[in-house]
């Protein structure tokens, strides 16, 4: 079965850190470049980052740059968010994409709040 499951959400203070994980199963997870995306309450989703298949290549939305690192392990299929410095703009319910297949998790929840 092909799908997406993240984890590793939860509460964190601003100025804190968290990383989250999307564990990838049922395609060949080294051969696709990998998407962040998120959703706020009230807002549509919004693109995050983007990891290409060897890792290689990274890109941010402007407002995440320099605090969040996307990475991935293509020995455990998974890609991570590392969050840092977080703050209340960044709670928003996370989701992992996989373009080539429009796939997407079933999301995790981060809260920024003090």
């Known amino acids: 079965q092909v799908q997406l499951v993240e984890s590793g959400g939860g509460t964190v203070q601003p100025g804190g850190s968290l990383r989250l994980s999307c564990a990838a199963s049922g395609f060949v997870f080294s051969r696709y470049g990998m998407y962040w995306y998120r959703q706020a309450p009230g807002k549509e989703r919004e693109w995050v980052a983007t990891?290409?298949?060897?890792?290689?290549?990274?890109s941010y939305t402007n407002s995440v740059k320099g605090r969040f690192t996307i990475s991935r392990d293509n020995v455990k299929n998974t890609v991570f968010l590392q969050m840092k410095n977080p703050t209340p703009e960044d709670t928003a319910l996370y989701y992992c994409h996989c373009a080539d297949f429009n796939l997407w998790g079933q999301g995790t929840q981060v809260t920024v709040s003090s």
């Open positions: 990891i290409s298949n060897d890792g290689a290549y990274t």
